[in-house]
């Protein structure tokens, strides 16, 4: 009996001391390595510092600091910032271990500008009451210092903040100059004039949005906003040398031969209107040698739902690029001696915010589950934030060949650096949002298809209303023609007129445009005529239309025939049909052809971290690896000679859309009627205190307008400052 009780109790001991060793892996740590690539940066520079735990397996966990933070501020993730000239030590010290550290010496250095020889800015010489206009300038030559102050002769009129944000204060006249601050003597100054109205019937601005450069043969996309927003959106390309490039009617660019060249856009309301940018084609870059990942499993993580929409080899995968994936997927692997693998998530990280604390989680503590994974874009400045992700700027100049289009580059940038992997657009829907509807409920009603009407030109503001008010007429008791948030179509319409409620260009809030109050006023009647279900129970799962009670609802392409949102036969098997058609534009001075629609590409393939790699492994390689997967299959497909994109997004539409006319609605906006208005990423609607209850309230109680939105403009602008400035 002794012995027995001897034995448990060194059984005891020996559970109890392994419990109190080091979390983790349970390799001891023996020394960490701070990993830089430069040890001199500039002020305002960053660079990301990571380390390196030795032996390999054991944690490589730290809290960091610097001597003198006013000189190099260093975050919690390891991201260290240029403050000042001077020099400061980074150290790192093991939160397993206090008395293991490294650290690192960083020289700041100062910025060394050109003198400035001379200024250019965009004039303008009108602007509507209480409405803002940024203005844009260059100080040449381009190496000199881009600073400038701003200043307005009548600040009563209209005045002028530092960012060069105009806002018309009152009816009259002010002159607005613009100096360089490096040399004073060098400014130009415009005359302003504040009216009612404003004139926002002419463009007077084009701003082109697209890289500028790129290889031979490849494509990329340029898009034109013109200003001021609210006016005919439709813009004529050309190029200065059609022997080096040639670009089409909705502003794709190729090379075609090394060089330099211009390409040009002009309004086609005044041909006067005009801007231009410079495009250098380059020498198809050699592959460089691949690196040997020793077998190493990279792992993309995506929702456990749709496997199949990301891992070319599974039986459900229907995509029309699926033969070319899986050759350059296999190609991949064996050039990089690696394996690609398409995980879920697991239930721990349900998605939305817990999803989103889950990755952040898993990073700090280094114990990252995959080292690419998918986020909503809304995430991006929280996983930022956490440190859940990288900073892939570089990586992305290196091997992302400016094949990213410009309303996910967009989305995907925060405070300057991008953090999402290469878009891929394979004869791919360009829509993300839109209003949905039960295709058997209204054709049951004997009303022609909305589709149709947008198709044929006869989808305004008040085409929309009307159609509304008929749909609801046909209707039984208990039943509606409209479901859902009043944000989500007062926002849908503003951007189908063209204007961005938050402008990452100008970085102007719009919230108080014409078409803001025109908007919310027609979803106000629809709502007073008693043909909008009020019901907040969800945001994209409405009961009324989940229970075929109520026709049209707004929602995501996406949502449709997935089993988390609009199931397959949601409104009975086999029997279910949706349809689709955009979001109304406003009366008078658009037509179908100038209308757009918002797309900031869903989601985004982020590189995780927190991951355990070996030490053959680098964030970068994961990074190369799978940008090759996604650019090596969009061009291959698009050099097969049968390739036709119009057939084959008409196909992809069919695939989930049922009505012939919502079909040719929905593929008749290509990647030139995009626009990428950050206004939902920024302020959730449906968190307190957002625009979502702002608009509730406007549209379902009958609050003012103006003096509901007003409490909002400075708060947004806020946001977009911090986001985008």
């Known amino acids: 009996m002794k012995k027995f009780i001897i ?43 990571t380390v ?84 844009q300038f260059t100080v040449y030559p381009l190496t000199a210092k881009q600073e400038v102050e701003f200043s307005s002769s009548d600040d009563s009129v209209a005045a002028v903040d530092k960012n060069g944000v105009v806002k018309g204060k009152a009816l009259g006249k002010t002159t607005i100059t613009v100096r360089v601050v490096a040399d004073n003597s060098i400014e130009k100054s415009f005359e302003l004039t504040v009216s009612a109205s404003g004139d926002s019937t002419k463009p007077d601005n084009i701003v082109i949005q697209g890289e500028t450069e790129v290889e031979e043969g490849d494509s990329i996309q340029l898009s034109a906003t013109v200003y001021p927003l609210g006016v005919s959106q439709e813009v004529i390309w050309s190029v200065s040398d059609v022997a080096r490039a040639k670009i089409t009617e909705n502003g794709k660019f190729t090379g075609l031969k090394q060089g330099t060249v211009y390409v040009v856009v002009k309004s086609t309301i005044d041909q006067n209107i005009q801007n231009m940018i410079q495009i250098t084609i380059k020498q198809k870059r050699v592959e460089e040698p691949y690196p040997n990942l020793e077998e190493y499993v990279i792992k993309i993580m995506v929702a456990g739902h749709v496997l199949h929409e990301h891992d070319p080899f599974e039986e459900k995968y229907v995509a029309v690029d699926k033969q070319a994936k899986q050759r350059v997927w296999n190609d991949v692997e064996s050039n990089f001696n690696c394996e690609l693998k398409v995980v879920g998530y697991p239930d721990a990280a349900p998605w939305g915010p817990n999803r989103v604390s889950w990755l952040i989680e898993k990073a700090s503590i280094n114990q990252a589950e995959a080292d690419i994974f998918i986020s909503a874009i809304e995430w991006t400045k929280d996983l930022v934030d956490g440190g859940a992700c990288w900073d892939v700027t570089d990586y992305y100049r290196m091997y992302g060949r400016n094949q990213m289009n410009n309303a996910l580059k967009g989305a995907s940038t925060y405070k300057g650096k991008l953090y999402a992997l290469p878009s891929v657009s394979i004869a791919s829907i360009d829509v993300e949002m839109g209003i949905f509807y039960n295709v058997n409920l209204l054709s049951g009603l004997n009303v022609e298809s909305p589709a149709k009407a947008f198709n044929e030109g006869r989808w305004t503001y008040t085409d929309f209303y009307n159609y509304i008010l008929e749909v609801q007429s046909r209707l039984g008791e208990g039943q509606y023609a409209l479901s859902g948030e009043p944000s989500k179509y007062w ?3 503003i951007n189908a007129g063209g204007v961005k409620l938050a402008d990452t260009m100008t970085l102007c809030v719009n919230l108080t445009h014409q078409y803001s109050y025109q908007a919310a006023q027609i979803l106000r009647n629809i709502y007073d005529e008693n043909a909008w279900d009020p019901a907040a129970d969800s945001w994209e799962l ?35 049909k949706f349809g689709y058609v955009p979001f109304p534009y406003p009366d008078g001075r658009l037509t179908k052809s100038a209308t757009r629609t918002y797309n900031a590409g869903g989601y985004q393939y982020m590189l995780a971290k927190g991951r355990q790699h070996p030490a053959n492994v680098t964030p970068k390689d994961i990074y190369r690896a799978y940008t090759l997967v996604l650019l090596g299959t969009k061009e291959l497909v698009e050099k097969d000679p049968t390739y036709d994109e119009v057939q084959l997004k008409r196909t992809q539409a069919q695939s989930r859309i049922d009505d012939p006319e919502s079909v040719e609605a929905i593929i008749y906006f290509g990647p030139d009627k995009i626009l990428f208005d950050p206004i939902q990423l920024l302020d959730p609607l449906w968190v307190d205190g957002s625009l979502g209850p702002a608009l509730r309230s406007i549209v379902f109680n009958g609050d003012d307008f103006s003096e509901t939105i007003s409490g909002h403009i400075e708060r947004i602008e806020i946001l977009l400052q911090e986001n985008y400035g």
């Not at 020996?14 to 002020?43: A, D, Y």
């Not at 026709?551 to 029997?575: A, M, P, S």
């Open 542 to 576: 409405t009961t009324s239309f989940s229970e075929g009670k109520s026709v049209f609802q707004h929602g995501e392409y996406w949502f449709i025939k997935t089993d988390n949102r609009w199931y397959e036969d949601l409104w009975g098997e086999n029997t279910t």
């Open 491 to 493: 926002i849908g319409m």
């Open 52 to 135: 390196t735990a030795n032996p390999k397996g054991a944690s490589a966990r730290v809290d960091w600091s610097s001597s003198h933070p006013e000189i190099v501020s260093v975050s919690a993730s390891g991201s260290i910032t240029g403050k000042s000239q001077g020099t400061a030590t980074i150290t790192a010290v093991s939160k397993v271990n206090p008395k293991i550290s490294d650290e690192i010496t960083i020289t700041v250095i100062p910025t060394v500008y050109s003198d400035p020889e001379s200024l250019e800015i965009v004039e303008r010489s009108t602007l509507a009451l209480n409405f803002t206009h940024k203005i």
């Open 7 to 49: 034995f448990v109790v060194i059984l005891w001991l020996t559970f109890f001391f392994i419990g109190c060793g080091p979390r983790g892996s349970g390799v001891e740590l023996e020394s960490i390595t701070i990993n830089c690539e430069k040890t001199e940066i500039s002020i305002e520079d960053t660079l990301q510092l």
